[in-house]
């Protein structure tokens, strides 16, 4: 106990010191969990709305313009018996023209120049969540397509599928770039760390010489790197939080539209936590690298 509460001393008196370096080591590592935290910040909200998705999944089945009713009452035969869908709607080619209109009444007048409607009709299929993760959706969607009087299949798992994808290679790059820097405000943690360290070098030796435990010596240094890292990581969370207020504030109508209803999060109380933990432990890292030049 009293090891922790000298290195907490020591610390402190040591971050004063030389408070214009220190600061610049929490702005370094600020930077790092920032870059960190803006990626997990997206990726938590595009997983929440990829979840919500997956769970309304649905395909469209788009019947050709010469399709029988015989052929439609197959494939909607089919579908009942699957036991996939969770609710069907059939939509003719005028409603089709007509939701058109109304989704994208910027383009409506391109439609209305046409003489004749371009709109398919089509099977509109809810599927069921069950169905979906066991893999009896896609397999139904199959045996649909190679029905007669089937013009296209579009089964919402598959561009899913690709946006899951794309979003593993965003976490990816976004993870290494932030790796790079924590690599990097660890180093200026240690750098700042060893400018103290050198200050107190006559006061090192004489420690040594009278038999003073390694905790005594190194752990004021590791405890420095500490405070550097959690107040770095702190400092990142307010950066985060002002500019998703912002975001909210400027672009939260528009994206709650883009999103279907949905709105932003902010990072969960979990990653947060884990956030400052991760900017503890790349100070901490700096202070016990710089550390093991003092014995």
Same mark, same amino acid.
């Given at each position: ?6 290195? #907490? ?14 600061? /610049? ?24 709305? #990829? ?7 649905? /395909? ?12 439609? %009452?197959?494939?909607?035969?089919? +579908?009942? %018996? ?21 989704? /994208? ?60 994808? %794309? ?9 290494? #770039? ?27 030796? +004489? ?58 999060? /902010? ?15 790349? %100070? ?12």
């Amino acid at each position: 106990m009293r090891a922790i509460e000298y290195a #907490l001393k020591q610390a402190w008196a040591s971050l004063w010191r030389s408070r214009a370096s220190s600061a /610049f080591a929490v702005v370094a590592i600020a930077l790092a969990m920032t870059v960190l935290g803006t990626l997990l910040l997206l990726t938590s909200n595009v997983e929440q709305l #990829l979840a919500q998705w997956t769970s309304a999944a649905e /395909f469209s089945v788009f019947l050709r313009d010469d399709a029988t009713s015989e052929q439609r %009452g197959a494939i909607e035969a089919l +579908i009942d %018996g699957s036991g996939v869908a969770a609710g069907r709607a059939y939509v003719s080619k005028p409603q089709a023209l007509a939701r058109f209109r109304t989704d /994208f009444a910027d383009l409506a007048s391109l439609a209305a120049g046409l003489e004749d409607n371009p709109f398919p009709a089509s099977v509109e299929v809810r599927v069921r969540p069950a169905a979906e993760q066991d893999g009896r959706a896609a397999a139904l969607v199959g045996r649909v397509a190679a029905l007669p009087g089937v013009a296209d299949v579009r089964y919402d798992r598959e561009w899913l599928g690709r946006l899951a994808s %794309g979003l593993d290679a965003v976490r990816g790059a976004g993870f290494a #770039l932030a790796l790079l820097m924590e690599v990097a405000a660890a180093v200026t943690v240690a750098a700042v760390v060893r400018l103290g360290l050198h200050a107190r070098r006559d006061e090192i030796e +004489i420690m040594q010489l009278v038999g003073s435990p390694m905790s005594f010596i190194r752990g004021p240094f590791v405890v420095e790197g500490l405070l550097q890292g959690g107040a770095g990581a702190l400092l990142a969370l307010l950066f985060l939080w002002l500019g998703f207020a912002l975001v909210n504030a400027w672009w939260g109508g528009e994206l709650a539209v883009m999103l279907d209803g949905s709105s932003l999060r /902010f990072l969960p109380a979990r990653l947060a936590v884990l956030l400052v933990a991760g900017g503890m432990a790349v %100070g901490g890292a700096g202070g016990f690298a710089a550390s093991r030049h003092a014995a």
